[in-house]
Each structure stands twice: as structure tokens, then as C-alpha cells.
């Protein structure tokens, strides 16, 4: 009878702790299952956040895509019209300096020949002036001998001496000069052995 009682209970302790197992497997899925079920719920929300964000971002992308190709349209229009400004400005540029270049030129040969026509005319002058400044001093030189042969006082032969010293003198300036002695003959009035003495003695 003890046996029975003892085997009793323990088959009834058995029964215990198996309910008692069973009990806390099924509250631990319950568990289980509900914490799959939240993290099913919070990934769902995650997902639609994603989504609602994947869709924010494809949108701020499509407008930033047009702006730049409005952009992009608007520089090229701004680029095409300043090539279009700085070709003009550079033919005109061009064009300028082409009508400087033919105007300076112009002027600086005007100016050129001018200049020269000038300096012809002021080398003839001079030569002119030259060529009377001796005529000049000839004629004074001639008008004194004049003078002094016209005077009494005077003895003629110092007059003959003086004027063939001034002679004498011309001579070996010319003879200086590099003149011919032809020349020099011919325009003193002295002969060629006297020429040929003064330049020997020269």
C-alpha cells in the first residue's frame, strides 16, 4: 500500500514538473513570438521610413537633375553669347588697329616726306647762304683792295705785296682743301710753279 502511494506521488510529481515544464516551453514561445512579432512590426516600420526616405531622396534628386540641366542650359546660352561678344569685339579690335596701322603709316610717311622736302630745302638755303656768305666776303675783300689801291697814301707796292700774300694765303687753303692745282691757277691768277711751291711748303 505504501508503495503504491509513494509510486503515486511520484508519478504525480512527475505529472507536476512535466505540466510545470510544458507550462514555462509555451509561456517562452509565447514569448518568443511575441518578440518576433514586435521586431517583425518595428522592421516593417523601418522598411516604410526607409521607403518614405528612398522616395524623399529620389525626388530632391530629380529636382536637383533639373536644375542642373536648367543650369547647364542657361551656361551655354551665357557661354555661346559671350563667344559670340568676344569674337566681335576682337574683329573689331582687329579692324581698329588695321585703320591705326594704315593711318600712322600714312601720316609718319606724309610726315617723312615732309621732313625730307624740309631738310633739301634747308640744305639748298644753306648752300645758298654758303655760296653768298663767299661771294660776299670776295666782293668785301675785293671792294678793300679797291679801296686801298685808290688810296694815295698808301704805296702801291705794299698793296701789290699784301694781295699777293692774300693770294698766296687762299692758295695753300685750297691746296689744304685737296684742291687741283689747275684750278687753283686758274682762279688766283698764279702759274703752276708757284701752286707747286706753296704746296711744297704747305
Known sequence: MNNIVIIACIGFVFLLLEAVFFLTCFRWLSNGKRIREKEFARLDQERAELMELQQAVSRELSQAKKLSEETLAKLKRVGADAHAEWTEMTQKCETLMNELE?????????????????????????????????????????????????????????????????????????????????????????????????????
Do not use: W
Open 102 to 202: 594704315d593711318k600712322t603709316r600714312h601720316l609718319a610717311e606724309g610726315s617723312l616726306n615732309q621732313i625730307n622736302r624740309q631738310k633739301m630745302q634747308l640744305e639748298k638755303a644753306c648752300q645758298i647762304a654758303s655760296q653768298t656768305h663767299s661771294e660776299l666776303s670776295e666782293a668785301t675783300t675785293s671792294a678793300k683792295r679797291i679801296l686801298r689801291f685808290l688810296d694815295d697814301n698808301i704805296p702801291s707796292d705794299e698793296i701789290l705785296k699784301e694781295l699777293q700774300a692774300e693770294k698766296y694765303a687762299e692758295a695753300r687753303r685750297l691746296i689744304h682743301e685737296g684742291k687741283d692745282a689747275g684750278m687753283i691757277c686758274r682762279k688766283l691768277g698764279l702759274s703752276q710753279s708757284e701752286v707747286q711751291l706753296l704746296s711744297y711748303m704747305g
